[in-house]
């Protein structure tokens, strides 16, 4: 199997998956799931629930295990593009290549469906705690789903997210930027990333080395996206471009110039790739393509 064949294949469990656990429950829910299944099957690129599945493969943990945390993680990734588009947000009228969710359903239903997917990604984890018959599984399933919820929550992504709306109309310095990039984008990676090892078991060094290189690439991500924000089309990007300069916000970019933004994705990446050497077999080796492909994503 090459690649791209590897890819495709696991790309396309996921979304079976996906769809599987959006399946809706009551008729009278039918606008929520509706909403919900709206933004969760728009296509994502699946990111972070490919890098939690093959980093997990690659340190010997069984997709058993690792699939309902998988798409946990992007139950709660979308969640947070759908409240982050929200007009009380960052007010986006396109996401994934379509309207937004708060377009579509109105903004009561779009919080809804957000804080929908966000307790069933719990509720899917806390499930699968419970099901571990075997104590060491039932420990690292638990320990996985600890840090993921630390990963998302007031000490993480919701922190870096409070964080640029209180800086908005403000010029910010390069530490305050990447306090809050590194909680926005960084920590989802670190839990894709650490949360794949920590379900395998793997020893501290690996974990940490992990937990360390997705904040490095999370980190590239997001000057990768002040530069497509730039450089980019509602076509290529399947959302509005030059939406930060519109609203004055401070990016890599406008701190650092285009080119210098460029590099510093150049630089970030190979220390995340180096941080990666040792993760095994050729799941490893996906793992490090995919890293390495994100520095010259086009969307
Ligand atoms: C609302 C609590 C809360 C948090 C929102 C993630 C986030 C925090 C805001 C999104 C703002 C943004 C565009 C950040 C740039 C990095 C990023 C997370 C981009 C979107 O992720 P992709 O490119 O999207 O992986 P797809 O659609 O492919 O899943």
């Not at 050729?282 to 995919?290: I, S, Y």
Request: include cysteine; proline fraction near 3%; aromatic fraction near 6%.
């Amino acid at each position: 199997m090459n690649s791209s064949e590897y890819d495709t294949i696991l790309w396309q469990k996921l979304e079976e998956e996906l769809k599987k656990r959006i399946t809706r429950g009551e008729v009278m829910d039918h606008t929520l799931w509706e909403a919900m299944e709206y933004s969760l099957l728009a296509g994502g690129k699946r990111i972070r629930p490919m890098l939690l599945m093959m980093t997990g493969r690659s340190l010997g943990a069984s997709d058993e295990l690792l699939m309902p945390f998988a798409c946990a993680l992007e139950m709660i990734h979308t969640y947070s593009l759908i409240h982050d588009d929200l007009p009380a947000m960052d007010n986006d009228d396109y996401r994934r290549g379509r309207l937004t969710n708060h377009k579509v359903y109105g903004g009561a239903a779009a919080i809804l469906a957000g804080d929908g997917l966000l307790n069933l990604a719990f509720e899917t984890m806390a499930d699968t705690v419970s099901r571990q018959k075997q104590p060491e599984n039932m420990a690292k399933a638990a320990a996985a789903m600890s840090y993921i919820a630390a990963c998302a929550g007031p000490k993480g992504m919701i922190a870096g997210q409070i964080a640029d709306m209180e800086s908005e109309n403000r010029r910010l310095d390069l530490s305050e930027l990447t306090y809050i990039e590194f909680n926005k984008t960084s920590r989802l990676l670190m839990a894709a990333m650490k949360g794949g090892a920590v379900l395998a078991g793997a020893e501290k060094p690996v974990v940490d080395n992990l937990e360390l290189s997705a904040g490095k690439t999370g980190l590239a991500f997001q000057i990768q996206d002040d530069i497509l924000d730039v450089e980019g089309t509602l076509e290529t990007l399947g959302k509005m471009p030059d939406s930060d300069s519109k609203s004055a916000k401070s990016t890599f970019v406008s701190l650092y110039g285009l080119e210098n933004a460029k590099k510093q994705v150049e630089s970030l990446t190979k220390e995340a790739l180096s941080l990666l050497n040792g993760l095994p077999g050729d799941e490893g080796q996906k793992v490090r393509d995919l890293v390495e492909s994100l520095s010259h994503r086009e969307h």
